[in-house]
């Protein structure tokens, strides 16, 4: 299990003095007590794969944010610090798909629904993440959108 995973890299991390790891992984790991007690759950337990995966897409996504506003701050060491994390969250999460392969789906989706207008872009948006749950960047799926139209 994932969840069991983040827990035992806690320990590897402390023992190979990896303080970046260990720091991101101890976040991990806090988040996901978080949501278990979110969701009136023992702190306890252990988390799903798949809630595990959102957790960890969540905390991917804020330090993408994060990123995005250092860089505009002009805080470059900051920005360093959240891309080392950022990069170690990314290797718990599956791989994206690309852009063709997503633009495939998107046509396929559009074309599948009827969709023939740019009001009914939300409806296209709503299938297409639905399908793509975990597998694609929400914001690639909706510039490809946009493109469509």
Do not use: C, W
């Not at 996901?32 to 995966?53: G, W």
């Not at 944010?65 to 969250?89: N, W």
Request: hydrophobic share 45%.
């Amino acid at each position: 299990m994932l969840h069991e995973q983040i827990k035992a890299g806690i320990k590897e991390a402390m023992m190979a003095k990896d303080s970046v790891r260990l720091e991101t992984l101890r976040g991990m790991s806090a988040a996901f007590t978080n949501e278990l007690v979110a969701k009136n759950r023992k702190p306890s337990e252990m988390l799903t794969d798949e809630e595990a995966l959102a957790v960890i897409a969540r905390l991917a996504k804020q330090r993408k944010d994060s990123i995005e506003q250092f860089k505009k701050g002009g805080r470059q060491d900051l920005v360093d610090v959240e891309e080392a994390q950022l990069k170690i969250l990314e290797t718990y999460l599956p791989k994206m798909m690309d852009r063709s392969e997503v633009e495939k789906i998107a046509r396929a989706k559009k074309s599948e629904l009827g969709i023939t207008d740019a009001a009914k872009k939300g409806m296209l948006m709503a299938a297409l993440m639905k399908d793509l749950k975990g597998r694609a960047d929400g914001t690639v799926v909706k510039e490809i959108v946009d493109s469509l139209f």
